[in-house]
T-cell receptor, first 116, second 113 residues
Framework: QKEVEQNSGPLSVPEGAIASLNCTYSDRGSQSFFWYRQYSGKSPELIMSIYSNGDKEDGRFTAQLNKASQYVSLLIRDSQPSDSATYLCAVGKANAGGTSYGKLTFGQGTILTVHP | GAGVSQSPSNKVTEKGKDVELRCDPISGHTALYWYRQSLGQGLEFLIYFQGNSAPDKSGLPSDRFSAERTGGSVSTLTIQRTQQEDSAVYLC???????????FGQGTRLTVV
C-alpha cells in the first residue's frame, strides 16, 4: 500500500463545475496535509494546507480532512480552464515525540482538465 | 530572497561526471527539502534539513548522492559519477519550520548523456 494515494484520473470537468480531488494516506500519525498545483513543466505551487478535521475554505478552494477515515480532499468550485493542472496531495508525519517531522510524502498526482 | 532560488536551471552532463546543484531557501526558513521528479512521475523525497542537520536522508538513492547545508541557509546536492538514471528535475523547497508549509524553487533539470 502506498503511503499517499490519489485517484489517478485524469479528471475532466466542464467549466463552472465543481472538481473533486481525493487523497488517502496510510499513517494514522500524519499531522499536516497540503495540496499543491503543478502546471506542466513548472514546479509545485502550494494552494492549501489543513491540519484539523473539517473544512477549510480559501476562495474557490475547499480542503476537507477526515483523520478517522484517513482521507483528505480538495474541492474546486466554479472550475476554470486555468485550473487545468496536476494536483498533488502531500502528507506530513509526526515523529516519535509527537512534533512535526520534516519529510512530506507526495501522492502521484491527479491530472485535472477543465474544458470550456 | 523573495522565493526559493535554485541553480543552475538546466544542467547537461556527461555520464560519469560529478554535478552540484544549489538551493537558496527563503530567508528565515529553517527547514529545507530536496525532491526529484522524473518525467511524468510524482515527487520522490531525497533528504531534508532542519538547520544544518539532516534528520532524514533516507531517500538518497545511493552513496553517489550527498547533500549539505551551511549557515542554516544555502544547500548543495552533489551527485558523483552521474548515471543516465539520475536524469530528472531536482526540486528544492523550504519552510519556516519543520513540517510546515513548504514552497518550491523552480527546479534544476539534470540531463545525463
Amino acid at each position: 500500500q502506498k503511503e499517499v494515494e490519489q485517484n489517478s484520473g485524469p479528471l475532466s470537468v466542464p467549466e463552472g463545475a465543481i472538481a473533486s480531488l481525493n487523497c488517502t494516506y496510510s499513517d494514522r500519525g500524519s499531522q499536516s496535509f497540503f495540496w499543491y498545483r503543478q502546471y506542466s513543466g513548472k514546479s509545485p505551487e502550494l494552494i492549501m494546507s489543513i491540519y484539523s478535521n473539517g473544512d477549510k475554505e480559501d476562495g474557490r478552494f475547499t480542503a476537507q480532512l477526515n483523520k478517522a477515515s484517513q482521507y483528505v480532499s480538495l474541492l474546486i468550485r466554479d472550475s476554470q480552464p486555468s485550473d487545468s493542472a496536476t494536483y498533488l496531495c502531500a502528507v506530513g508525519k509526526a515523529n516519535a515525540g509527537g512534533t512535526s517531522y520534516g519529510k512530506l510524502t507526495f501522492g502521484q498526482g491527479t491530472i485535472l482538465t477543465v474544458h470550456p | 530572497g523573495a522565493g526559493v532560488s535554485q541553480s543552475p536551471s538546466n544542467k547537461v552532463t556527461e555520464k560519469g561526471k560529478d554535478v552540484e546543484l544549489r538551493c537558496d531557501p527563503i530567508s528565515g526558513h529553517t527547514a529545507l527539502y530536496w525532491y526529484r521528479q522524473s518525467l511524468g512521475q510524482g515527487l520522490e523525497f531525497l533528504i531534508y534539513f532542519q538547520g544544518n542537520s539532516a534528520p532524514d536522508k533516507s531517500g538518497l538513492p545511493s552513496d553517489r548522492f550527498s547533500a549539505e547545508r551551511t549557515g542554516g541557509s544555502v544547500s548543495t546536492l552533489t551527485i558523483q559519477r552521474t548515471q543516465q538514471e539520475d536524469s530528472a528535475v531536482y526540486l528544492c523547497a523550504s519552510s519556516l519550520r519543520e513540517g510546515g508549509r513548504a514552497f518550491f524553487g523552480q527546479g534544476t533539470r539534470l540531463t545525463v548523456v
